[in-house]
């Protein structure tokens, strides 16, 4: 009997431990609960206290029903929390914010300006492209003598545009780096026009432009040339033309930086605009909008718009404004 009592102890099962871990998350919570409940705001401590203890006991107890009901080598579900936090693709691509134009305080008193952002009403000359052809020259004398009609001047670096590239004067005050073969640079203002035999990317440029790049006796070399916008060209200028008045006058803009792509003048409560002229005036003959306000528009878009110039013919006046640097 003595060997069957020790078998029974033997076989007599002991106290499982399985739940004494929720039971201890379960009073850890209660105490911390007591203790925050009689601490100022401590009711709202207490059922939150109260919320992460049962939190808690709940997951441990998730846990050990996962652990159990996992088979080795299977993966438990998960939750990746980056997925909810970081917008797709599609959605950055919404929240990004395109400006096409930008408006800038007015640099005088008499104007304004307005920005676009791309050479939209370029012509035959874009910005980006280069053009090859053949350089000549040409004795531009003191510079009074071109087709676009600006009259004499102190810089000599200048240069006749053929006439398929001079487009109606569209080309007229333009700034173009011309290179030639042997790498040699010169940076040329436009301001006559080449004759009709002068073949699409051929320049002829005043005897000044030319021997930057070789010999005058050469007479005749390959180049390639393109569009500048140039870091420092002064401010915009305006000119009514010889005989203007209220009832006819032609306007030309002096010492843009950008080529020019139209003008305007204000009349009937709209804009007017005006046609150019083969030597670079924009011509009003029924002289309506003449006197009033100006508005003149580059290639890239930008608009300066000009108040309080009066109509006093073969005067330049300025504007104070200039066009931004592309």
Known sequence: MKKTRQGARRQKPRPRMRFVAPVALIAAGALVCLVVAFRPGGGDRAADASHTAATAATGARGASAADRSTPAGSASPSTDPSASRSPSPAASATAKVRTSA????????????????????????????????????????????????????????????????????????????????????????????????????????????????????????????????????????????????????????????????????????????LPRTEYNYFLAEDGGGCGGTIRITDIYGERLTVEGIAVRPDTVQSTRLQFARH
């Open 102 to 273: 930008t408006s800038a305080r007015p640099s005088a008193a008499q104007g304004s300006r307005t920005t676009a952002a791309t050479a939209s009403l370029a012509g035959r000359i874009r910005p980006g492209t280069d053009y090859r052809g053949v350089a000549t020259t040409y004795d531009a004398g003191t510079g009074d003598g071109g087709s676009c009609s600006y009259g004499p001047s102190t810089d000599l670096l200048t240069a006749a545009m053929n006439h398929t590239d001079y487009e109606t004067s569209k080309a007229c005050g333009a700034y173009v780096r011309v290179r030639a073969v042997g790498g040699a640079t010169v940076t040329v203002r436009i301001t006559n026009e080449c004759p009709t035999g002068c073949a699409p990317g051929q320049l002829d440029l005043s005897a000044q432009a030319f021997a930057r790049l070789a010999n005058l006796s050469a007479g005749r070399i390959p180049i390639t040339w393109n569009l500048l916008s140039p870091a420092d060209s002064g401010t915009v200028a305006l000119r009514y033309k010889t005989g203007s008045s209220r009832y006819w006058c032609a306007l030309q803009v002096i010492g843009h930086r950008n080529p020019v792509a139209r003008l305007e003048l204000r009349a009937g409560g709209g804009w007017r605009q």
